[in-house]
């Protein structure tokens, strides 16, 4: 595959369309179980809660792969990501309920780059707190 979007076709501050990502129980559950990430502050609300959360909180790697999928829906091909980095800020802190929680992620083309690259800067954010910081990717477009 290859990126569907033209590096002549972007510039600074062009923005990726938003989304929201939600994520209940499970969901948690379900990735755990993918990703062999079985560690109770994900799954077991007494627990999380006995080590100092406030909840069941999600896993950050699925958090980080929820924000990536803004740059790849975008791009249209997953393998334009060069690199990706995220620091992460705050849990995303998923309630026992029909509804759980969401992650809202925006991006926008920060710098372009040589080689047909250009980095875009995400904000991925839950329950009106920022999630992850210094979220960035680096992506090879047409």
Do not use: C
Not at 35 to 40: A, E, H, K, T
Not at 65 to 81: H, K
Not at 89 to 96: A, D, F, L, S, W
Not at 104 to 110: I, M, N, W
């Amino acid at each position: 595959m290859t990126a569907k979007i033209a590096y002549d076709d972007v510039e600074v501050g062009t923005e990726l369309p938003a989304q929201t990502f939600g994520v209940t129980r499970a969901t948690l559950v379900r990735y755990a179980g993918a990703s062999g990430d079985f560690n109770p502050i994900h799954w077991n609300e007494k627990f999380a809660r006995e080590v100092g959360l406030p909840d069941v909180i999600a896993h950050g790697m699925f958090t980080m792969a929820e924000a990536i999928r803004v740059v790849t829906d975008w791009t249209g091909d997953p393998g334009a990501v060069v690199e990706y980095g995220v620091r992460f800020t705050k849990p995303v802190v998923v309630p026992n309920d029909d509804e759980g929680a969401t992650i809202e992620v925006s991006g926008k083309v920060a710098v372009k780059l040589d080689d047909n690259t250009v980095r875009v800067d995400l904000v991925a954010m839950s329950a009106g707190k920022k999630v992850l910081g210094m979220s960035r990717a680096v992506v090879r477009l047409a």
